[in-house]
């Protein structure tokens, strides 16, 4: 991943948390219908603010690395739903 390539909402929802973390960089974490978050970390800078309304591939991030713990430039995806993690591949098609 090209550093700057601009990282987009997976579907509408509101931002919960966009801020630097020591151990994830910038994450962005956005809570969508029926209590699903879709959460991005090791993030080059956040492009939206808590409580910012999304829509489904508004950028929401640029690509980077501000993680302590990673040199490369790559995005950690993640979906929970109910406190537990879900196989994004359930709702997304990466084809």
């Known amino acids: 991943m090209a550093n700057n390539t601009a990282i987009k ?3 509408s929802g509101t931002i919960i948390f966009a801020d630097w973390t020591p151990s994830n960089g910038f994450v962005v974490i956005a809570e969508h219908q029926e209590g699903i978050l879709s959460v991005y970390k090791n993030l ?9 309304i999304i829509k489904s591939g508004e950028v929401i991030a640029l690509a980077g690395n501000t993680s302590n713990l990673n040199t490369s430039i790559n995005l950690h995806f993640e979906l929970w739903k109910d406190g537990l993690p879900i ?6 098609n990466f084809q």
């Open 9 to 11: 909402a997976v579907a």
């Open 44 to 52: 080059g800078s956040v492009t939206k603010k808590q409580g910012d």
């Open 87 to 92: 196989n994004p591949s359930q709702f997304i």
